[in-house]
Structures are given as structure tokens and as C-alpha cells.
């Protein structure tokens, strides 16, 4: 069993910052990649990042690409995700959550087994 605790979503100005973060507890965190997905309104749930067990590698949505950085600290049991350069359409509620597998190929939510309660992001323009 593992579970997940987000935090540092919030309200920030388009072209702005948030550092993301994901607490888990239990032993199986370090053997798992992490992921992050997003929600908006009216929307699926849709692929952000995901990082492998080891983090020796990642992999982001399109939308990610160049803007956002996924890392994860298997001592501590975290993991997070730097946004950068934010966009209004980046408004979501964002999720992290544990794989069922060790690698970065990840991004289709069924692929996921445990789930944070997510935080907020809003990203005015």
C-alpha cells in the first residue's frame, strides 16, 4: 500500500513558477515509477510526466516538453515537478501517482495503481 500527498499548488500569473510536490509513504515507493497527471474541468485525466524507479530516466506529454522538470528523491520518499513558464491552459488539478511498473513508458492512467487527493493549479492570464 502506498499513499501520496501533493502540495504546493496554488495561483500564479501566466508566465510564472510552481514547484509541485508528492510525499509518499510505504516501502514500494522506490521500486515503482512516479507520475503526474492533470485534470482540468470537463476534461479527462491526462498525462504530464512520469519518472522511473531510479530516475535515470523520464518521459512528458508534449505539452511538458521544455517548460516542465520531474525528479524524485527515493531517500525521502518524494517526488516533484517543476513548472516553468506556466500557461492558463496549464490550469488543472494535478495528481501523482505510483506506476505498476518500474519504468518511464507509463502514461495512460490505467497504468497507475495509487493515487494523491491532487492540488490545484490556476494559472491566470
Known amino acids: 500500500q502506498v499513499e501520496l500527498v501533493e502540495s504546493g499548488g496554488g495561483l500564479v500569473q501566466a508566465g510564472g513558477s510552481l514547484r509541485l510536490s508528492c510525499a509518499a509513504s510505504?516501502?514500494?515507493?522506490?521500486?515503482?515509477?512516479m507520475g503526474w497527471f492533470r485534470q482540468a474541468p470537463g476534461k479527462e485525466r491526462e498525462f504530464v510526466a512520469v519518472?522511473?524507479?531510479?530516475?535515470?530516466?523520464?518521459n512528458y506529454a508534449n505539452s511538458a516538453k521544455g517548460r516542465f522538470t520531474i525528479s524524485r528523491d527515493n531517500a525521502k520518499n518524494t517526488v516533484t515537478l517543476r513548472m516553468d513558464s506556466l500557461k492558463p491552459e496549464d490550469t488543472a488539478v494535478y495528481y501523482c501517482?505510483?506506476?505498476?511498473?518500474?519504468?518511464?513508458?507509463?502514461?495512460?492512467?490505467?497504468?497507475?495503481?495509487?493515487w494523491g487527493q491532487g492540488t490545484q493549479v490556476i494559472v491566470s492570464s
Open positions: 501517482a505510483t506506476a505498476r511498473g518500474a519504468s518511464s513508458t507509463y502514461t495512460h492512467p490505467h497504468d497507475y495503481k495509487y
Open positions: 510505504g516501502r514500494a515507493f522506490v521500486s515503482y515509477a
Open positions: 519518472i522511473s524507479w531510479s530516475a535515470s530516466s523520464t
